[in-house]
Structures are given as structure tokens and as C-alpha cells.
């Protein structure tokens, strides 16, 4: 399989390449050249097998030659035999027609444990066989560090930098990224806020004399790999729920666009999915621009669900390139009104295009405790925040009932357990699994929110290219 750039100029690449390289030469992202299609019996027949078997199924047609069948399998079987849960993302029923597909059953407690894990061993496969060297920097303002480092921590020929603000992210965040003490993991408390962390690392992407030593690798979900991996579940939860035969919707706690476009390449794919709920909180440019075709970028609000604090979704241009005839040309210039107005208008293929599939719905805070404190009194269930955002969204759908709608729960209650806590009266315990969190050793750094701090700590402590 060939991936190329949704912005038209970079080059192609292989599987391999795309993963290694993160964002396109040309600020496009990677795409597979056309979709692979599975038909309704290969399907039928993937019904009822192991998670890590189902994966290797769906993603064989996206690794080409980069891996061999076994391979593929040999490193799915590891990276989901760390999950907590036999079925790796178990479906729970809520009522007759709503279902919550938990995918926070990997190590940090959130669903980017799916595609990351893999991930890390992707990169150390890849990487291993050339002997180069792969420096990631990246800035967090939860839950991408914490599975970040997880994944990577103690592999060969890869070093992380995770950049977050200084005392503004929760006790439970902090500890999952500093309590992995592993040499090759090293946390930087910066001061400031997120948005001053993002724009060092920016910077750094940009800097040659940074660039120009190390191979600077970026594991946010402009990495196609992730979006590969999101897939799978997807597949795994309509085939429990009867697809082929039956169709299936999704409501989606959404920032930046990588997890419910998963959702998009599984229909692509020939997956039955009856629609795609885009669930926001009150940072809602995504429902802005699904509802009108309007996608102009606001301010960020803090809220209880801070994974989607978000104003721009940068997979958001994947969609974008596929509904307007792949043509990548077009889209460089639509994507180069955005960068220099912050709005732009979608054409009318993308917007009829996007209304076919997918819908929209935003929750604001009174809306988001109050989708908390439905599940845990009508059904029993203790949902995070941003599953409540995906839930009120599902509750409000006007789709037909007898369409089966799953809400993608995206974090363990735990992690957010002061929200939760104000909604339902009832503190989420800990899982065992990470337990004893409040009582490892932590190791950080602290620096000054200067980028010549953080380029000659990373500068010191990354080894070269090759
Ligand atoms: C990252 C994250 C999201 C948003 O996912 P996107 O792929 O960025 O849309 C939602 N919920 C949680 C808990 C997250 O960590």
C-alpha cells in the first residue's frame, strides 16, 4: 500500500515511511492511496475472533509488504496482550439501544493505548532494522504523554521528550508519564501553559540545527499508524453487535478527529455503519462546521474534559481531502485560507459528503454531568467526562431505534474522578493495575518556558540519526 500527502507534494511513501515520518514534507498528511474494500462474507468471517487476530485482519491490507502476515501478528498478540481485559475493548450494554465500548483498558487508562502500544513496537521494529535512531518531542496536556512514554519506554533506538505545563495536569496524569523511570523517558515540566509547550515542539520541528542531528518523529494522531490501529475496534464491537447483516452508529468524544475518522476508513472499508455522531464539548468547531459547513477556529474553554480542549482538528484535513475528489492541489489552497484567516468555508462535495455519514452534537457542562449522572442511575455504569459528552450526544440522536448506537468511552472514570465525583456523589477507585501510583519514585525535569532550555536539554540527551 501506498500512502500520499493530502496537500499533493510530498512524496509517497511506503507503510513503513509513512509511520516513521509523521507530518508530509508539504504540512499535508499521509492517506492511503485508495481504501481497501472487505466484502460482506470476509466480514461474516471475522466474527468471533481474538481482538489481536481481528487486528492483524483488518490492518494487513495497510502494511503491504512492510510486514509479514506473522510479524503483524506476532506484534498485535503483544501489544493487546498488555490490555486488563480478555476481550481488549468489551462491549457494555445500557439500555435496550445504547452500548458503551470501553477502550481504557490498557496500561494509562485511556483509549490511545490502542493504537500506541502498537505503535511503540512499530517504531522499534522499523527502526531496528536500519539502525537509525528516532528522537520523539512532544507536549501533552494529559493523556497523549501518559501512553506515549508507556508505549515507548525501554524500547531500542527510540528516545522520548514529553513536554507538559508546569502544575496543570492532574495529580493521576502527572504520575502515569513521571513514575516511568526508564532511561530513555524524560519528562519536562515547562513553565506555562499548554499552548506555550505545543509551540516549542513546533518550533523544534522546524529548527535544522535541530533537525538537522536527529530524526525528530512525532506521535500525535497526524501518524497514520494510530488511525490504522483505531480501526480495529470499530470491526470489533459492530461484529458483536451483527454487522454484516445490521447496520451500526457510533457517537464519538472528539478533538482532533483521529478517533471518528477511524470510524469513516472502517465504512470505507465496507463496515455497515449507519451513521458517525461527532460528539464536542463547548469547543465545538467540528459541530460548527458539520451543522453548517462554517469551520472557523474560536478560543479554547477549559473543561471537565480537557483530551478535547481543542479548536483545530488536524485530522479533520483527512476527511476534507477524501470528500473533495482527493485533489490535493485544492486542498493545499483551501488549507493555506485557513492557516492565514483561522476560517474557511467547506465546498459543497465536502459538506454533502460529511452530511451523509456524520452528524453532530455538543455537550456543555450542565449537559456533560448530567450524561454522567444518567448512566450511573439509570444504568449503573461510572462514565468520564468524555464519554458523557459522546453519551448525551447518542441519547439525543433522532436516529431510527432500531439501530444499535455504541458511545466510544474513551477514558477510565478514574482519571477524572473529581467530575465524576460532583456528578454521581461516588469517587472511581483506582484500578489494581496502577494501584499503587501515589507511592512510585517520580523523576522530571523542570525548565523555564524558554525553547533554547528545552533544545539544549533535549540536544544533550537524544542520541544522533544514525
Ligand atoms: C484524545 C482523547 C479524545 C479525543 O480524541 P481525538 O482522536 O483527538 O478526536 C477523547 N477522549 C479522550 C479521553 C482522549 O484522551
Request: with cysteine.
Amino acid at each position: 500500500m501506498e500512502y500520499v500527502s493530502t496537500r499533493g507534494s510530498a512524496p509517497p511513501l511506503d507503510f513503513e515511511g509513512a509511520t516513521l515520518a509523521g507530518l508530509a514534507s508539504d504540512g499535508g498528511l499521509y492517506v492511503p492511496r485508495e481504501w481497501p474494500r472487505f466484502t460482506e462474507a470476509e466480514i461474516a468471517a471475522m466474527a468471533g475472533l481474538p481482538y489481536a487476530e481481528l487486528a492483524a485482519r483488518v490492518m494487513e491490507p495497510f502494511v503491504g509488504d512492510c510486514l509479514s502476515p506473522e510479524r503483524l501478528r506476532e506484534l498485535t498478540r503483544e501489544a493487546y496482550g498488555r490490555f486488563s481485559h480478555t476481550a481488549v475493548t468489551p462491549l457494555v450494554q445500557l439500555d435496550q439501544r445504547h452500548w458503551l465500548l470501553e477502550l481504557f483498558h490498557g496500561p494509562t487508562l485511556a483509549f490511545k493505548d490502542v493504537a500506541l502500544q502498537l505503535l511503540g513496537l512499530l517504531f522499534e521494529e522499523f527502526l531496528g532494522r536500519s539502525g537509525r535512531n528516532l528522537t520523539i518531542v512532544g507536549a501533552t496536556s494529559g493523556d497523549t504523554g501518559s501512553a506515549a512514554i508507556d508505549a515507548v519506554a525501554g524500547r531500542d533506538n527510540v528516545t522520548i521528550f514529553m513536554l507538559h505545563p508546569k502544575g496543570r495536569v492532574s495529580d493521576v496524569q502527572r504520575r502515569q508519564m513521571t513514575t516511568v523511570l526508564a532511561p530513555n523517558v524524560h519528562n519536562l515540566a515547562i513553565e506555562g501553559s499548554f499552548d506555550d509547550a505545543q509551540a516549542m515542539v513546533k518550533r523544534m520541528f522546524g529548527d535544522t540545527a535541530m533537525t538537522g542531528r536527529f530524526a525528530i518523529g512525532a506521535v500525535n494522531s497526524i501518524n497514520w499508524a494510530r488511525l490504522m490501529a483505531q480501526v480495529v475496534y470499530y470491526f470489533a464491537s459492530a461484529l458483536q453487535l451483527g454487522a454484516p447483516r445490521r447496520e451500526i452508529a457510533f457517537s464519538v468524544p472528539t478533538g482532533n478527529f483521529g478517533d471518528v475518522f477511524a470510524g469513516y476508513v472502517a465504512s470505507q472499508m465496507g463496515l455497515p455503519v449507519a451513521r458517525l455522531i461527532v460528539a464536542t464539548n463547548v469547543n465545538d468547531i467540528l459541530h460548527r462546521a458539520i451543522s453548517s459547513g462554517n469551520y472557523s477556529a474560536g478560543t479554547v474553554t477549559a473543561t471537565a474534559a480537557p483530551s478535547m480542549d481543542i479548536q483545530v482538528s488536524s485530522n479533520f484535513e483527512r476527511l476534507l481531502f477524501d470528500l473533495g475528489g482527493r485533489d490535493g492541489a485544492a486542498l493545499a489552497a483551501q488549507m493555506a485560507g485557513f492557516e492565514a484567516n483561522k476560517a474557511m468555508q467547506l465546498t459543497n462535495a465536502q459538506r454533502e459528503g460529511a452530511s451523509a455519514l456524520f452528524s453532530s452534537a455538543r455537550a456543555d457542562a450542565a449537559e456533560m454531568s448530567g450524561a454522567i449522572r444518567w448512566a450511573w442511575e439509570n444504568c449503573g455504569e461510572l462514565i468520564d467526562p468524555h464519554t458523557a459528552c459522546g453519551l448525551h450526544a447518542a441519547v439525543a440522536s433522532d436516529l431510527d431505534l432500531a439501530v444499535p448506537i455504541v458511545t466510544l468511552a474513551t477514558a477510565h472514570p478514574a482519571k477524572f474522578r473529581d467530575p465524576v465525583e460532583r456528578a454521581t456523589g461516588n469517587r472511581p477507585a483506582l484500578p489494581a493495575r496502577i494501584g499503587d501510583l501515589f507511592q512510585r519514585e517520580e523523576r522530571c525535569s523542570d525548565l523555564l518556558g524558554d525553547y533554547s532550555a528545552v533544545a539544549d536539554y533535549v540536544a544533550s540527551h537524544a542520541t544522533p540519526k544514525a
